[in-house]
């Protein structure tokens, strides 16, 4: 039982920085959107992984290069498709606005990203965690819905007060943003996908929690393609370049700075996590991850009075985050049952 409650505080952890490293988003200007996310995806998805590998995986370039091939690409390409579903998440905001967007993303990626290793592993229909998992699953997804729910409505306070309203097209928004969950669970797919770089850099001499890094390295780098690859191509579009080198900057960087330390931090600590809870690690602890930050960036939202006026949409917020809670002890506990 202690086994399994070190690794569940552990993603907890993680889901503290997931929940967190959307503040710096707030501190974009005088930045333009792709110049800032350019430098926060080199940073995130690069820098970060590979110097902490270095430090915790002996001779990680060896690890990774002696890999087949073949796990090198699907964990490069799950970590691409990832980065696809990141941009249709924006694209599908002017349609249905952020709170549903989000509410949808988050559950289609928790179930899917979930419940797919799941039954990937064998007999899964038969393990004694079965009936927990789906169960957990199905709460967290209760739990997300309740919380866009609220999100919908405080949007609602907000728009009547300003005076304007979101121009909603449905249909559209609801197709990009399922699709956007379900791309968006790739990165946990690839992570279990990429299992071998792990078992390579155990072999080499690294810890078994720590091990996770070395996969991260290599899933990150095609999500970075696609995610660097979309601000350039912003930047070029647009004629940003020179965005770099405005007056005043030098706050936006180290928020930009800050918050993929944060956002990777969340992986990388996730990943340790996971690791220590063994074959189930990716089924429970990525949907407690996505659920956990939901609960943890909107006690940020709180504080930073965004739900101020809303009084009854905030009702439905605690209810939905309680939900959320519970969710999580089911699938936490799920992981000790034999």
Known sequence: ??????????????????????????????????????????????????????????????????TPISVLLVGMFFGLLWGIGGIMFGKSIPYIGISLTYGIVMGVCSAVGGLIPFFQLENASSLPAFPYVILGVFIM???VAITAYAGIQRDKVANTEEGKGVKVNLKM???????????SAFLNLGFVGAQPVGVAAEAAGAISRNSSLAIWVVVLFGGFIMNAGYAIF?????????????????????????????????????????????????????????????????????????????????????????????????????????
């Open 173 to 183: 928004g609801l197709i990009i943003a399922v699709l956007s969950g379900i791309l």
């Open 1 to 66: 039982m202690e086994f399994a409650f070190i690794p569940l505080v552990i993603v907890l952890i993680a889901s503290i920085f997931q929940g967190s490293f959307g503040l710096g988003m707030k501190f974009m200007a005088p930045l333009k959107w792709e110049a800032w996310w350019l430098v926060h995806a080199t940073v995130a998805m690069v820098l970060v992984p590979l110097v902490w590998a270095l430090i915790v995986v002996p001779d990680l370039f060896n690890v990774i290069f002696n």
């Open 141 to 143: 997804l209760i739990g």
């Open 234 to 338: 912003l930047l070029t579009k647009n004629k940003t370049w020179n965005s770099f080198s405005v007056p005043n900057s030098g706050k936006a960087y180290a928020w930009a700075i800050g918050a993929s330390l944060l956002w990777f931090g969340a992986l990388g600590v996730y990943g340790q996590g996971a690791t220590l809870m063994g074959k189930m690690g990716p089924v429970i602890g990525w949907p407690i991850l996505l659920g956990v930050s939901l609960v943890v960036s909107n006690i940020w939202a709180y504080l930073n009075k965004e739900w101020a006026g809303a009084s009854k949409a905030f009702s439905w917020l605690i209810a939905g985050l309680a939900v959320l809670i519970v969710a999580t002890v089911v699938l936490g506990y799920s992981n000790s049952v034999v």
